[in-house]
């Protein structure tokens, strides 16, 4: 039976829209079991197996556009780790700035930001699931630690952000055009159909007002923050400036 699509709405999210444009940097989310399918040998025992059959569906890749390789400068993030500054642009020659984004959160790890972003919206409640890539499993920078999670895209409104765990000793950073960034899974078995707008100063204030406020408590819990964005009519106001702008 086919089943009624569910509408994603995307855009890129790291850059101020009257400043300054990143928009080539981005491109739409691509299948990922479309492409696992592809490589399987015809007749595989893997598209028969009934508990890894659908294992990717409505699994989608953020894909680099760019190859971006460099090297930490020697000591670079042992300095930025013992800095009191819980947020700054690091000095290293990369194609997209490379950010302290927060205090530290392990010992002998630094918290960085690679400033790409995306922000995701639906009519419908949908969780989406971020991660590491695992197929095929890439890490730009050697043993660093993604920082995934999951929330509803129906109920707030906030950019998917590649952030990661990465060790002090780290040496390099590494991506080919064309690898995997970050994986996104969605919590349904209706097709996925993305439709991308363009992003604007009014869309750009109400993702962070909905990031960093949601009642005016930061650290308020996911329901909390749903029942605050649904109270406030949120989603019909963030939709309606969103269908504004598509492309």
């Not at 009642?215 to 504004?244: A, C, H, P, W």
């Amino acid at each position: 039976m086919n089943k009624k699509p569910i509408i994603v709405y995307w855009a890129p999210a790291a850059f101020s829209p009257e400043q300054e444009s990143w928009n080539s940097l981005y491109q739409e989310p691509s299948s990922v079991s479309k492409d696992f399918y592809h490589l399987l040998q015809k007749g595989s025992s893997s598209l028969k197996c009934p508990a890894a059959k659908d294992f990717l569906h409505n699994v989608f890749s953020l894909d680099s556009t760019i190859t971006n390789t460099f090297e930490f400068p020697d000591n670079l993030l042992k300095k930025a780790y013992q800095s009191n500054e819980p947020r700054f642009q690091l000095d290293v020659d990369s194609l997209v700035a490379i950010l302290k984004v927060r205090e530290n959160q392990i010992n002998n790890y630094i918290n960085l930001k690679y400033n790409m972003s995306w922000l995701f919206f639906a009519k419908e409640d949908l969780n989406m699931r971020y991660s590491a890539p695992y197929f095929p499993a890439t890490n730009p920078i050697k043993d660093s630690v993604f920082a995934g999670g999951v929330f509803n895209i129906g109920k707030w409104f906030r950019p998917l952000n590649l952030e990661y765990y990465v060790p002090v000793t780290a040496k390099s950073f590494r991506v080919k055009e064309g690898e995997p960034l970050a994986f996104m899974e969605f919590e349904t078995d209706r097709p996925i159909v993305f439709k991308r707008f363009i992003m604007n100063n009014k869309i750009a204030e109400m993702a962070n007002e909905s990031t960093l406020t949601s009642g005016f408590e930061m650290f308020k819990n996911l329901n909390q923050r749903y029942s605050f964005f649904s109270k406030t009519g949120m989603r019909d106001v963030i939709l309606s400036e969103i269908e504004k702008n598509l492309v």
